[in-house]
């Protein structure tokens, strides 16, 4: 097979992360190349990640102290929803299992049965991150006081830019090859309508077999060139408009947690790094003027801002097709998620997975761009309709956007799985869906939408049996976060790989 010649339009954390990884795997022969312009920043919204990223960290040999060091990075244990079923609620959305089930039934008929009875706890009680987030207390590894247990997953909070560069490090070792300079024109085969090459502002051309388009917003290839097409999302999520500043941390302690607190027109993030906090406010331009969402969100900093906000507009949603013709689209190129649940960059690794798994074998063959394509918009549209269910399970009805969101029609896929809870407790993931059934039972219990009866096997075992079963399994947990290091002294352990990231 002749190899191939992939050209990467676009750097970021996108072109970045494709390169890096691309320059690892593919077979010899084949080349990488990356064209990207100085003089065009790049959208920093993908500082908070989900488990998933350690996988490809550890896909590309990343030593995770390094990694911390290098990109200023902590650690992620789950989400913070504050205000977002009514003001003063609180609820977490933490990474892993919650509780354990019972031979064929799942943990939340026990729990649910349990909490009828006066004899269990708050479902993040049976939670091993939320309970050791909740105690600033951190450990990487097995647990260390059952075999009941399993390993506690984690995430990162990241800079964005400092990510970026440190992949562009390792890929440039590996043999990737960068190009300065600004695309001005995309150079099609004038018969069968592929994507050749790219004509820089300079004159130089760059031709290339194959092309991933990580331009950001501009969607230079897929877009300007192939007119692939868009599916919006704003009936759903409405949100539209991003303000983002970093600020200084305050006198509280580190928290290992993303943190997302409703608003009147939307909601804010709160993203600890070590060197700072990374604030946004993400909105609905019909419910809010730009200038009142900047005074929202600099009114509610931990420390003094450090730079001018940053502005984005933007419109959820997706290409119609990620992959047309020889070119596959990431990051913001291929679409736009709301980023409440912190997928941006997942969706990106999730992207090149597939598309090493599909790697055109010297010619882009219909069917296997439209199998990647089918793939793409089962995770992104499953993903949508976990989000939408944030909007709206709310008992918030103080402003006319949350009025809205509660008001709104959802998609079909959506309100089956809300019934089917609502129904008997049921929750089933379907095929690679992302979100787990404990995701969706966080969600669904924290979001106010409660079951009108458990499943009747929970009714198997005695109430005596049952308060031992959730007691123990709350003693389980709380012994297992009780030998944990505190999260401050996690952070200072990681720290002497300065000298190596550098």
């Not at 990884?21 to 064209?35: I, K, M, N, S």
Request: one cysteine or more; hydrophobic letters at 45%; a negative charge.
């Amino acid at each position: 097979m002749k190899p191939m010649q992939i050209i990467i339009i676009g750097g970021g954390t996108a072109g970045w992360m494709a390169a890096a990884c691309l320059g690892r795997f593919l077979p010899a022969g084949w080349t990488v190349t990356l064209v990207e312009s100085d003089a065009i920043g790049t959208v920093g919204v993908g500082e908070a990640t989900i488990p998933q990223i350690r996988l490809f960290n550890e896909a590309l040999g990343i030593d995770e102290d390094e990694f911390l060091t290098a990109t200023q990075g902590t650690i992620k244990l789950g989400i913070e929803f504050s205000d977002w079923t009514r003001p003063g609620h609180r609820y977490m959305h933490a990474f892993g299992a919650v509780g354990r089930g019972i031979g064929l039934l799942e943990f939340q008929h026990y729990w649910l049965r349990a909490r009828a009875a006066a004899a269990a706890g708050e479902l993040g009680a049976y939670s091993l991150n939320e309970r050791a987030a909740h105690a600033l207390r951190m450990q990487r590894g097995a647990p260390r006081t059952s075999s009941h247990l399993l390993e506690m997953p984690y995430a990162f909070h990241f800079d964005a830019a400092l990510y970026a560069a440190y992949l562009r490090r390792r890929a440039e070792a590996g043999g990737v090859q960068r190009i300065e300079g600004m695309v001005a024109a995309v150079v099609r085969d004038g018969e069968g309508g592929d994507v050749t090459g790219v004509t820089l502002a300079d004159g130089r051309d760059v031709a290339g077999d194959f092309f991933i388009d990580c331009s950001g917003f501009g969607a230079l290839l897929i877009e300007g060139a192939l007119a692939t097409g868009y599916d919006e999302w704003a009936h759903w999520l409405p949100n539209n408009r991003a303000i983002a500043v970093p600020c200084a941390h305050g006198d509280a302690p580190q928290r290992p947690w993303t943190g997302a607190t409703a608003r009147d027109a939307g909601w804010q993030w709160r993203i600890p790094l070590q060197h700072r906090i990374g604030n946004g406010y993400v909105y609905c331009s019909d419910h809010i003027s730009d200038a009142d969402a900047e005074r929202t969100l600099l009114a509610n900093l931990d420390g003094a801002p450090q730079a001018e906000p940053n502005r984005l507009r933007f419109v959820s949603g997706k290409r119609r097709r990620m992959w047309n013709r020889n070119v596959v689209a990431l990051g913001l190129a291929s679409g736009f998620m709301e980023p409440l649940e912190s997928t941006s960059i997942h969706l990106v690794q999730a992207g090149i997975s597939r598309l090493i798994k599909m790697l055109p074998a010297g010619v882009t063959d219909p069917a296997v761009a439209a199998e990647y394509n089918r793939q793409s918009d089962f995770e992104w549209e499953r993903i949508r309709d976990f989000i939408i269910l944030h909007f709206k399970a709310t008992e918030r009805r103080d402003t006319p956007y949350w009025r809205d969101r509660a008001a709104m029609a959802v998609p079909d896929t959506l309100a089956a799985k809300i019934e089917l809870f609502r129904a008997q407790g049921l929750i089933f993931r379907e095929h690679e869906e992302l979100f787990t059934e404990s995701g969706w039972l966080q969600v669904l219990v924290g979001q106010g939408i409660a079951p009108r009866r458990w499943h009747p096997l929970a009714d198997g075992i005695g109430e005596a049996q049952l308060a031992q079963y959730m007691a123990g399994i709350s003693l389980m947990i709380e012994r297992e976060v009780d030998q944990m290091q505190s999260y401050d002294a996690f952070l200072t352990a990681t720290r002497p790989a300065a000298g190596a990231a550098a």
